[in-house]
Protein backbone atom coordinates (compact mmCIF):
# COMPACT_ATOMS: atom_id res chain seq x y z
CA UNK A 1 0.00 0.00 0.00
CA UNK A 2 1.11 3.44 -0.99
CA UNK A 3 -0.43 6.75 0.87
CA UNK A 4 0.38 10.13 1.56
CA UNK A 5 -0.64 11.86 4.80
CA UNK A 6 -0.11 15.81 6.35
CA UNK A 7 -0.68 16.67 10.02
CA UNK A 8 -3.06 19.62 10.24
CA UNK A 9 -4.26 22.18 12.95
CA UNK A 10 -6.79 24.29 13.13
CA UNK A 11 -5.25 27.53 11.82
CA UNK A 12 -4.50 25.58 8.62
CA UNK A 13 -7.76 23.73 7.28
CA UNK A 14 -8.31 26.78 4.92
CA UNK A 15 -5.06 26.69 3.43
CA UNK A 16 -4.53 22.91 3.54
CA UNK A 17 -7.89 22.01 1.34
CA UNK A 18 -6.45 23.46 -2.00
CA UNK A 19 -3.31 22.36 -1.74
CA UNK A 20 -4.34 18.39 -0.90
CA UNK A 21 -6.46 19.21 -3.97
CA UNK A 22 -3.02 19.95 -6.22
CA UNK A 23 -1.20 17.46 -4.44
CA UNK A 24 -4.14 14.88 -4.78
CA UNK A 25 -4.36 15.63 -9.19
CA UNK A 26 -0.67 14.95 -9.52
CA UNK A 27 -0.50 11.75 -7.83
CA UNK A 28 -1.25 8.14 -9.22
CA UNK A 29 -4.84 6.83 -9.03
CA UNK A 30 -3.71 3.92 -6.56
CA UNK A 31 -2.32 6.65 -4.05
CA UNK A 32 -4.61 7.15 -0.56
CA UNK A 33 -4.03 10.87 0.86
CA UNK A 34 -4.34 10.60 4.71
CA UNK A 35 -5.49 13.31 6.90
CA UNK A 36 -3.85 12.99 10.62
CA UNK A 37 -5.45 15.15 13.52
CA UNK A 38 -3.18 17.12 15.38
CA UNK A 39 -4.56 18.27 18.72
CA UNK A 40 -6.72 20.55 19.12
CA UNK A 41 -8.64 19.78 15.55
CA UNK A 42 -11.93 19.03 15.89
CA UNK A 43 -12.46 15.46 13.71
CA UNK A 44 -16.15 16.98 12.91
CA UNK A 45 -14.73 19.92 11.30
CA UNK A 46 -11.66 18.09 9.98
CA UNK A 47 -14.44 16.12 8.34
CA UNK A 48 -16.82 19.00 6.86
CA UNK A 49 -13.82 21.02 5.94
CA UNK A 50 -11.59 17.95 3.60
CA UNK A 51 -12.79 16.23 0.56
CA UNK A 52 -14.95 13.08 0.91
CA UNK A 53 -11.96 11.62 -1.02
CA UNK A 54 -9.43 11.77 1.87
CA UNK A 55 -9.36 9.48 5.18
CA UNK A 56 -9.70 10.85 8.19
CA UNK A 57 -7.49 9.33 11.33
CA UNK A 58 -6.50 10.48 14.57
CA UNK A 59 -3.03 9.58 14.56
CA UNK A 60 -0.40 9.54 11.24
CA UNK A 61 -0.10 5.29 10.62
CA UNK A 62 3.62 4.58 10.12
CA UNK A 63 4.08 1.66 12.23
CA UNK A 64 6.64 -1.27 9.75
CA UNK A 65 6.56 1.88 7.22
CA UNK A 66 9.06 3.43 5.50
CA UNK A 67 8.53 7.18 5.17
CA UNK A 68 10.45 9.98 3.36
CA UNK A 69 9.03 14.08 3.41
CA UNK A 70 8.73 15.88 0.33
CA UNK A 71 7.62 19.14 0.32
CA UNK A 72 5.96 18.58 3.73
CA UNK A 73 4.27 15.57 2.93
CA UNK A 74 5.31 12.26 4.17
CA UNK A 75 5.16 9.55 1.47
CA UNK A 76 4.62 6.40 3.70
CA UNK A 77 5.29 2.78 1.79
CA UNK A 78 3.93 0.24 4.57
CA UNK A 79 5.89 -3.18 4.98
CA UNK A 80 5.02 -6.11 5.83
CA UNK A 81 5.33 -6.76 9.74
CA UNK A 82 7.63 -9.61 10.99
CA UNK A 83 6.28 -11.17 13.84
CA UNK A 84 8.30 -14.26 13.65
CA UNK A 85 11.52 -12.40 15.47
CA UNK A 86 8.97 -11.26 18.17
CA UNK A 87 7.17 -14.91 18.78
CA UNK A 88 11.30 -16.37 18.87
CA UNK A 89 11.46 -14.09 22.01
CA UNK A 90 8.78 -15.19 23.69
CA UNK A 91 9.28 -18.98 22.94
CA UNK A 92 13.27 -18.63 24.28
CA UNK A 93 11.58 -16.63 27.17
CA UNK A 94 8.99 -19.07 28.01
CA UNK A 95 11.90 -22.12 28.08
CA UNK A 96 13.79 -19.86 30.70
CA UNK A 97 11.09 -19.12 32.78
CA UNK A 98 10.87 -23.22 33.10
CA UNK A 99 14.30 -23.42 33.85
CA UNK A 100 13.93 -20.90 36.72
CA UNK A 101 10.23 -22.32 37.91
CA UNK A 102 11.59 -25.99 37.79
CA UNK A 103 11.57 -27.34 41.46
CA UNK A 104 11.23 -24.18 43.06
CA UNK A 105 8.38 -24.30 45.80
CA UNK A 106 6.23 -21.32 45.25
CA UNK A 107 5.07 -21.39 48.38
CA UNK A 108 8.41 -20.39 50.19
CA UNK A 109 9.24 -18.11 46.81
CA UNK A 110 6.24 -16.08 48.13
CA UNK A 111 7.35 -15.85 51.78
CA UNK A 112 10.44 -14.88 50.60
CA UNK A 113 9.35 -12.10 48.55
CA UNK A 114 6.93 -10.64 51.50
CA UNK A 115 9.40 -11.17 54.65
CA UNK A 116 11.72 -8.54 52.31
CA UNK A 117 13.00 -5.43 53.82
CA UNK A 118 12.28 -2.91 50.55
CA UNK A 119 13.77 0.03 52.04
CA UNK A 120 17.53 -1.71 51.01
CA UNK A 121 15.92 -0.68 47.43
CA UNK A 122 15.94 3.12 47.67
CA UNK A 123 19.76 2.68 47.73
CA UNK A 124 20.03 0.75 45.37
CA UNK A 125 17.82 2.47 43.27
CA UNK A 126 20.11 5.56 43.62
CA UNK A 127 23.18 4.06 43.04
CA UNK A 128 21.74 2.65 39.50
CA UNK A 129 20.76 6.25 38.66
CA UNK A 130 24.51 7.54 39.14
CA UNK A 131 24.98 4.60 37.19
CA UNK A 132 22.81 5.79 34.12
CA UNK A 133 23.97 9.04 34.87
CA UNK A 134 27.64 7.83 33.97
CA UNK A 135 26.20 5.65 30.74
CA UNK A 136 25.12 9.43 30.00
CA UNK A 137 28.39 10.98 30.22
CA UNK A 138 30.02 8.38 28.43
CA UNK A 139 27.74 8.59 25.49
CA UNK A 140 28.75 12.15 25.39
CA UNK A 141 32.80 11.30 25.67
CA UNK A 142 32.34 8.97 22.71
CA UNK A 143 30.05 12.09 20.29
CA UNK A 144 32.65 14.58 21.35
CA UNK A 145 34.28 14.32 18.01
CA UNK A 146 31.42 14.64 16.06
CA UNK A 147 29.28 17.19 18.28
CA UNK A 148 29.73 18.44 22.02
CA UNK A 149 26.65 17.77 23.86
CA UNK A 150 26.39 18.45 27.32
CA UNK A 151 25.87 14.85 29.69
CA UNK A 152 22.55 16.78 30.83
CA UNK A 153 21.26 16.90 27.71
CA UNK A 154 22.40 12.81 27.20
CA UNK A 155 20.94 11.77 30.55
CA UNK A 156 17.29 12.25 29.14
CA UNK A 157 17.95 10.40 25.85
CA UNK A 158 19.87 8.04 27.44
CA UNK A 159 16.89 6.97 30.11
CA UNK A 160 14.21 6.92 26.90
CA UNK A 161 16.77 4.19 25.60
CA UNK A 162 16.66 2.30 27.96
CA UNK A 163 13.14 2.55 28.91
CA UNK A 164 13.15 1.56 24.62
CA UNK A 165 14.80 -1.42 25.55
CA UNK A 166 12.40 -2.75 28.60
CA UNK A 167 9.10 -2.50 26.61
CA UNK A 168 10.28 -3.16 22.66
CA UNK A 169 11.74 -6.37 20.82
CA UNK A 170 14.64 -6.26 19.63
CA UNK A 171 16.56 -3.79 21.85
CA UNK A 172 14.42 -1.24 19.72
CA UNK A 173 15.52 1.31 22.15
CA UNK A 174 18.85 1.77 20.36
CA UNK A 175 17.58 2.86 17.72
CA UNK A 176 14.54 4.90 19.57
CA UNK A 177 17.52 7.07 21.42
CA UNK A 178 19.68 7.89 18.45
CA UNK A 179 16.44 8.91 16.32
CA UNK A 180 15.81 10.93 19.31
CA UNK A 181 19.00 12.32 19.66
CA UNK A 182 19.13 13.40 15.74
CA UNK A 183 15.66 14.91 16.34
CA UNK A 184 17.41 17.13 19.30
CA UNK A 185 20.76 17.71 18.15
CA UNK A 186 21.09 16.90 14.56
CA UNK A 187 23.16 14.12 14.91
CA UNK A 188 23.10 11.11 12.61
CA UNK A 189 21.29 7.94 12.83
CA UNK A 190 23.96 5.65 11.79
CA UNK A 191 26.75 7.62 13.62
CA UNK A 192 24.81 7.32 16.79
CA UNK A 193 24.09 3.97 16.60
CA UNK A 194 28.26 3.50 15.70
CA UNK A 195 28.48 4.73 19.52
CA UNK A 196 25.83 2.79 21.21
CA UNK A 197 27.60 -0.19 19.25
CA UNK A 198 30.92 0.40 20.97
CA UNK A 199 29.06 0.97 24.17
CA UNK A 200 28.06 -2.41 23.83
CA UNK A 201 31.04 -3.68 22.73
CA UNK A 202 32.89 -2.51 25.61
CA UNK A 203 30.19 -3.39 28.63
CA UNK A 204 30.60 -7.26 27.15
CA UNK A 205 34.25 -6.95 27.84
CA UNK A 206 33.35 -5.73 30.99
CA UNK A 207 31.19 -8.41 31.76
CA UNK A 208 33.45 -10.74 30.67
CA UNK A 209 35.77 -9.69 32.54
CA UNK A 210 33.77 -10.08 35.53
CA UNK A 211 33.41 -13.47 35.07
CA UNK A 212 36.64 -14.27 34.69
CA UNK A 213 37.47 -12.90 37.61
CA UNK A 214 35.76 -15.27 39.60
CA UNK A 215 36.05 -18.52 37.24
CA UNK A 216 38.63 -19.73 39.77
CA UNK A 217 36.12 -20.01 42.18
CA UNK A 218 33.38 -21.03 39.66
CA UNK A 219 35.22 -24.44 38.54
CA UNK A 220 34.37 -25.48 42.17
CA UNK A 221 30.91 -25.49 41.97
CA UNK A 222 28.42 -27.46 40.39
CA UNK A 223 24.55 -26.85 40.23
CA UNK A 224 22.51 -29.00 39.55
CA UNK A 225 20.44 -26.78 36.57
CA UNK A 226 23.79 -27.76 34.57
CA UNK A 227 23.98 -24.01 33.79
CA UNK A 228 26.87 -23.00 35.73
CA UNK A 229 29.29 -25.69 34.43
CA UNK A 230 28.91 -24.55 31.04
CA UNK A 231 29.74 -20.69 31.83
CA UNK A 232 33.71 -21.44 31.42
CA UNK A 233 33.26 -22.46 28.26
CA UNK A 234 30.53 -19.52 26.92
CA UNK A 235 32.87 -16.71 28.80
CA UNK A 236 35.84 -17.93 26.19
CA UNK A 237 33.55 -18.17 23.10
CA UNK A 238 32.35 -14.27 24.20
CA UNK A 239 35.45 -13.66 24.87
CA UNK A 240 37.00 -14.09 21.50
CA UNK A 241 33.74 -12.92 19.83
CA UNK A 242 33.90 -9.71 21.91
CA UNK A 243 37.25 -8.83 21.70
CA UNK A 244 37.28 -9.54 18.11
CA UNK A 245 34.52 -6.82 17.23
CA UNK A 246 36.08 -4.75 19.64
CA UNK A 247 39.84 -5.28 17.26
CA UNK A 248 37.34 -4.39 14.31
CA UNK A 249 36.17 -1.51 15.61
CA UNK A 250 39.65 -0.09 16.89
CA UNK A 251 41.38 -0.79 13.44
CA UNK A 252 38.69 1.13 11.53
CA UNK A 253 38.62 3.84 13.80
CA UNK A 254 42.37 4.23 13.72
CA UNK A 255 42.47 3.61 10.06
CA UNK A 256 39.07 4.83 8.62
CA UNK A 257 40.88 5.55 5.26
CA UNK A 258 41.51 1.65 4.74
CA UNK A 259 38.24 0.78 7.02
CA UNK A 260 36.47 2.96 3.94
CA UNK A 261 38.74 0.75 0.94
CA UNK A 262 37.59 -2.55 1.87
CA UNK A 263 33.92 -1.40 2.82
CA UNK A 264 34.02 -0.09 -0.76
CA UNK A 265 35.07 -2.81 -1.88
CA UNK A 266 32.17 -5.34 -0.45
CA UNK A 267 29.87 -2.54 -1.65
CA UNK A 268 30.93 -2.64 -5.10
CA UNK A 269 30.84 -6.34 -5.79
CA UNK A 270 27.79 -7.48 -3.16
CA UNK A 271 25.62 -4.44 -3.23
CA UNK A 272 22.86 -3.89 -5.87
CA UNK A 273 23.99 -0.84 -7.71
CA UNK A 274 20.97 1.45 -6.80
CA UNK A 275 21.50 0.67 -2.85
CA UNK A 276 25.48 1.74 -3.58
CA UNK A 277 25.36 5.35 -3.12
CA UNK A 278 23.03 5.21 0.25
CA UNK A 279 25.47 2.40 1.85
CA UNK A 280 28.01 4.39 1.20
CA UNK A 281 26.80 7.41 3.02
CA UNK A 282 25.42 5.54 5.67
CA UNK A 283 29.30 3.66 6.32
CA UNK A 284 30.73 7.45 6.26
CA UNK A 285 28.34 8.79 8.79
CA UNK A 286 29.24 5.35 10.59
CA UNK A 287 33.00 5.45 10.32
CA UNK A 288 32.40 9.17 11.35
CA UNK A 289 31.05 7.83 14.51
CA UNK A 290 34.19 6.09 15.76
CA UNK A 291 36.35 8.69 15.26
CA UNK A 292 36.73 8.86 19.57
CA UNK A 293 38.18 5.70 19.77
CA UNK A 294 41.38 6.69 17.40
CA UNK A 295 43.09 7.76 20.92
CA UNK A 296 44.30 4.66 22.78
CA UNK A 297 43.50 7.49 25.60
CA UNK A 298 40.01 8.09 24.35
CA UNK A 299 39.66 3.64 24.19
CA UNK A 300 40.98 3.38 27.41
CA UNK A 301 38.39 6.01 29.13
CA UNK A 302 35.59 4.42 27.88
CA UNK A 303 36.72 1.51 29.27
CA UNK A 304 37.51 2.84 32.68
CA UNK A 305 34.15 4.57 32.14
CA UNK A 306 32.21 0.72 31.71
CA UNK A 307 34.05 -0.78 34.32
CA UNK A 308 32.44 2.01 36.96
CA UNK A 309 29.11 1.96 35.08
CA UNK A 310 29.03 -1.65 35.73
CA UNK A 311 30.59 -1.58 39.24
CA UNK A 312 27.59 0.83 40.55
CA UNK A 313 25.08 -1.53 38.92
CA UNK A 314 26.73 -4.44 41.22
CA UNK A 315 26.19 -2.13 44.28
CA UNK A 316 22.36 -1.77 43.65
CA UNK A 317 22.48 -5.92 43.54
CA UNK A 318 24.52 -5.73 47.24
CA UNK A 319 21.93 -3.38 48.15
CA UNK A 320 18.84 -5.42 47.00
CA UNK A 321 20.67 -8.41 48.72
CA UNK A 322 20.56 -6.95 52.08
CA UNK A 323 16.26 -6.93 51.66
CA UNK A 324 16.82 -10.54 52.29
CA UNK A 325 17.87 -13.61 54.28
CA UNK A 326 20.74 -14.52 52.70
CA UNK A 327 24.66 -13.41 51.80
CA UNK A 328 27.27 -13.88 49.60
CA UNK A 329 30.27 -12.03 48.16
CA UNK A 330 30.20 -8.57 46.08
CA UNK A 331 33.02 -10.74 43.63
CA UNK A 332 29.89 -13.46 43.37
CA UNK A 333 27.45 -10.34 42.66
CA UNK A 334 29.81 -8.99 40.14
CA UNK A 335 29.74 -12.58 38.68
CA UNK A 336 25.89 -12.67 38.87
CA UNK A 337 25.71 -9.46 37.20
CA UNK A 338 28.03 -10.06 34.01
CA UNK A 339 26.11 -13.62 33.42
CA UNK A 340 22.85 -12.72 33.59
CA UNK A 341 23.83 -9.41 31.12
CA UNK A 342 25.34 -11.76 28.88
CA UNK A 343 22.25 -13.75 28.97
CA UNK A 344 19.96 -10.68 27.96
CA UNK A 345 21.96 -10.97 24.81
CA UNK A 346 20.09 -14.00 23.85
CA UNK A 347 16.52 -12.90 22.21
CA UNK A 348 13.62 -12.77 24.18
CA UNK A 349 10.67 -11.20 25.27
CA UNK A 350 10.44 -7.31 26.03
CA UNK A 351 12.01 -7.09 29.17
CA UNK A 352 14.36 -9.95 29.08
CA UNK A 353 11.78 -12.34 31.11
CA UNK A 354 13.37 -15.68 31.80
CA UNK A 355 16.98 -14.37 30.27
CA UNK A 356 17.44 -12.76 33.38
CA UNK A 357 15.94 -14.62 36.06
CA UNK A 358 16.88 -18.13 34.96
CA UNK A 359 20.74 -17.48 35.21
CA UNK A 360 20.42 -14.90 38.01
CA UNK A 361 18.77 -17.87 39.76
CA UNK A 362 21.16 -20.63 38.51
CA UNK A 363 24.48 -18.76 39.77
CA UNK A 364 23.05 -17.84 43.16
CA UNK A 365 21.88 -21.60 43.77
CA UNK A 366 25.79 -22.65 43.11
CA UNK A 367 26.62 -20.45 46.27
CA UNK A 368 24.44 -22.23 48.28
CA UNK A 369 21.53 -19.78 48.25
CA UNK A 370 18.24 -21.69 49.31
CA UNK A 371 16.17 -21.75 45.58
CA UNK A 372 13.28 -19.94 46.92
CA UNK A 373 14.99 -16.68 48.31
CA UNK A 374 17.53 -17.01 45.13
CA UNK A 375 14.16 -16.93 43.08
CA UNK A 376 12.73 -14.26 45.20
CA UNK A 377 15.65 -12.00 44.99
CA UNK A 378 16.02 -12.53 41.43
CA UNK A 379 12.67 -11.51 40.79
CA UNK A 380 12.40 -8.42 42.88
CA UNK A 381 16.32 -7.23 41.12
CA UNK A 382 14.80 -7.54 37.89
CA UNK A 383 11.54 -5.46 38.63
CA UNK A 384 13.75 -3.00 40.43
CA UNK A 385 16.23 -2.80 37.55
CA UNK A 386 13.27 -2.64 34.78
CA UNK A 387 10.70 -0.16 36.51
CA UNK A 388 12.22 2.98 37.30
CA UNK A 389 14.32 3.67 34.49
CA UNK A 390 11.45 2.68 32.28
CA UNK A 391 8.75 4.69 34.17
CA UNK A 392 11.55 8.18 33.93
CA UNK A 393 12.19 7.19 30.30
CA UNK A 394 8.38 6.92 29.48
CA UNK A 395 8.03 10.31 31.44
CA UNK A 396 10.83 12.22 29.25
CA UNK A 397 9.71 10.83 26.22
CA UNK A 398 6.34 11.99 27.18
CA UNK A 399 7.62 15.19 27.83
CA UNK A 400 8.89 15.30 24.11
CA UNK A 401 5.83 14.88 22.94
CA UNK A 402 6.58 12.10 20.79
CA UNK A 403 5.58 8.35 20.87
CA UNK A 404 7.03 5.65 19.37
CA UNK A 405 3.92 4.57 17.26
CA UNK A 406 4.46 7.60 15.25
CA UNK A 407 7.14 8.94 12.76
CA UNK A 408 10.05 8.34 15.11
CA UNK A 409 10.47 4.79 13.85
CA UNK A 410 10.15 6.14 10.13
CA UNK A 411 13.09 8.31 10.58
CA UNK A 412 15.18 5.77 10.83
CA UNK A 413 15.16 5.44 7.19
CA UNK A 414 16.64 8.81 7.33
CA UNK A 415 19.96 7.58 8.97
Not at 6 to 31: F, G, I, K, W
Not at 272 to 291: H, M, T, W, Y
Request: aromatic share 14%; glycine share 6%.
Amino acid sequence: MFLVYRVVQNQELADEVPRLRLYQANCPSSTAIRIAIAPPVKKRLLSETMPKSFEIHDQPATNNAMVKEVAGFRHVTILPMKKWQFWLGVLISIVFIWLALRGLRLDQFWDSVKQANYFWLLPGIAVYFVGVWVRAWRWHYLLGPIKKIPTATMFPITTIGYMGNNIYPARAGEVLRAVMLKRKEGVSVSASLATIIVERIFDGVVMLAFVFVNLPELAKMTNTSGMVGSIQQVAVLGTGVFLGALAVFLLAAMFPQTAMKIGLWFIYRFIPKRFQERVISLSNKFLDGLASLRSPFNALMVFSTSVIIWLLETGKYWFVMHAFNFSVSFFALMLMNGIVNLATTIPSAPGYIGTFDAPGIAVLTAYGVEHSVAAGYTLVLHVALWLPITLLGAYFLTREGMHWSDSLRAETSDA
